[in-house]
């Protein structure tokens, strides 16, 4: 069988001339991202230890990633992606955490880990004749470790960090197969074709499988950074844009652009959404603006895509959609799965992950009979289309009243002076919890706590009631730009 890496350089061979990355004014062909792929991997050896490696990897949302993603996984090591986003310190904690052999940085970023007298520069050719420089950072001796041969056994070819939204992110697991898999579910979600050129605005640790993907079927792939609206809507066109792969917090400043409407992406077939649930007005904005709704998916780390939305009819708005070919998904009660309507999501399917790197927890001890707990709540409706509710440890109990922090902040986003909005449980000595915000206004609204509370409470039941609202100038985020739950108050 193939490994993932010779199944991207077939499409590569297939297509050598066509381009593969676009990066500004930059163009890279598939022959040349995967020479320079080689170029890499030759100058990475593959030290004495037995069993794979793990090797992190901190670099731009750009082509340089691109290529030194291709040459580790050439190499044959475990890829750990990092986002330079994070802090130095935030950076040694993670690579302790999941006790890194090495860190490989772009040069631009190697001042986040202290140099050391291992450390070793890398200069390859890139694309285009250019060339890069990269700091191989040694942090482990080159030794016999139980960790590195289980991963080889496993054939975990990546580990990506979990949102940590809910609390301590986790080092997930990710093998081959289970990479493959995921491939596969994108390229039939949304048709995926070779003459497809797709804006790509999501982080990279979090959307692998989705880029290799695009790789796979030999499409272009355009990569920016999703604040750049300006570029953005004054480019996309020149290009030929197919599919738009964002976050709802792009779509929302896209809608913020005059200039921006159905004339910013004339070929595109799909705006899809990920990384955050998509607000009912913002999808109503959009279409009136754009004339389609945004379609989305839900997957979650250990699973990858579950359902796919791609539906224009308003009745569905809001879903997460219909299973993806290959998977099972119930709802559970009691804790134990059964066939029901409404409950806590399980999911089974073929690109489930290999289980939990730190603290060590391999998928045989977490799944039952095969099926993962997603900690999500779902409901499903005749049509077979299933709608995310919320989660179980956000629910918020008011005098035995089960209420679902998405209902609220869905109302407190259909309110134009709101840009972001974040409801939690907060305790009460009378219901013993009821529901608070923190919301970010738009800029230059003034609207004051007593008004906003009014709007929200006019469309609510009385015990589901909205009690307070703080406005604050950001919400805490994760890495990957997911507000972060955990630290809600």
């Not at 470790?145 to 070819?157: A, C, F, I, M, Q």
């Not at 499409?219 to 809507?233: D, F, G, H, K």
């Not at 089960?402 to 449980?425: G, M, N, Q, R, T």
């Not at 009821?434 to 929200?456: Q, Y």
Request: proline share 4%; charged share 25%.
């Amino acid at each position: 069988m193939l490994d993932l890496f010779s199944r991207l350089r077939q499409t590569a061979e297939k297509h050598a001339d066509k381009t593969a990355i676009i990066y500004r004014d930059f163009e890279v062909s598939y022959a040349d991202l995967f020479a320079a792929a080689d170029s890499l991997a030759a100058g990475f050896s593959r030290g004495k230890s037995s069993g794979r490696r793990k090797v992190g990897l901190v670099a731009s949302r750009d082509a340089e990633f691109v290529v030194a993603l291709l040459g580790l996984m050439q190499a044959g090591v475990t890829a750990v992606p990092l986002s330079p986003a994070l802090r130095g310190a935030e950076l040694a904690k993670l690579a302790d955490q999941l006790a890194l052999d090495e860190v490989f940085l772009a040069n631009q970023f190697s001042g986040l880990f202290p140099r050391g007298t291992a450390d070793r520069e890398i200069e390859f050719p890139t694309v285009g004749g250019r060339s890069s420089v990269w700091i191989r950072h040694a942090l482990q001796a080159d030794s016999e470790d139980s960790r590195r041969t289980e991963l080889s056994k496993r054939g975990v070819s990546t580990i990506r960090w979990s949102s940590g939204t809910t609390g301590r992110a986790k080092g997930i697991m990710l093998s081959d197969d289970a990479v493959w898999a995921r491939v596969k579910a994108h390229c039939e979600m949304h048709d995926l074709r070779q003459k497809d050129c797709i804006l790509f605005l999501v982080s990279f640790d979090a959307a692998l499988p989705a880029l290799v993907a695009y790789l796979c079927v030999g499409a272009s792939v355009v990569l920016e950074e999703a604040q750049n609206i300006e570029w953005i809507t004054a480019t996309s066109g020149n290009h030929g844009v197919t599919l738009v792969h964002a976050t709802p917090f792009f779509y929302q400043m896209l809608l913020t652009h005059a200039d921006a409407g159905k004339q910013t992406f004339p070929a595109i077939r799909y705006y899809i959404s990920t990384g955050a649930p998509l607000a009912s007005a913002l999808s109503e904005s959009f279409r009136n603006r754009f004339g389609r709704e945004i379609s989305q998916y839900y997957g979650i780390g250990e699973c990858g895509p579950v359902f796919f939305n791609v539906s224009n009819d308003l009745p569905k708005r809001g879903s997460a959609g219909v299973l993806v070919s290959g998977c099972q998904a119930k709802l559970s009660g009691a804790g134990e799965p059964v066939d029901s309507d409404f409950g806590e999501l399980w999911v089974r399917g073929p690109g489930l992950f290999e289980g939990y790197y730190e603290p060590w927890r391999p998928s045989e001890e977490i799944l039952l009979e095969g099926w993962f707990c997603t900690g999500d709540l779902a409901r499903l409706d005749s049509d077979g289309y299933y709608w995310m509710v919320g989660r179980t440890k956000d629910i918020i109990n008011v005098a035995g009243t089960k209420i679902f922090p998405l209902e609220i902040e869905d109302i407190l986003l259909s309110h134009p002076d709101v840009e972001e909005a974040l409801v939690y449980a907060q305790s009460d000595a009378r219901f013993g919890e009821v529901p608070h915000a923190k919301v970010k206004r738009r800029a230059g609204s003034s609207i004051s706590e007593r008004d906003l509370l009014r709007f929200v409470n006019d469309r609510l039941a009385i015990l589901k009631a909205l009690r307070k609202v703080e406005f604050v100038g950001e919400l805490p985020r994760t890495s990957s730009g997911k507000i972060k739950r955990s630290e809600r108050n």
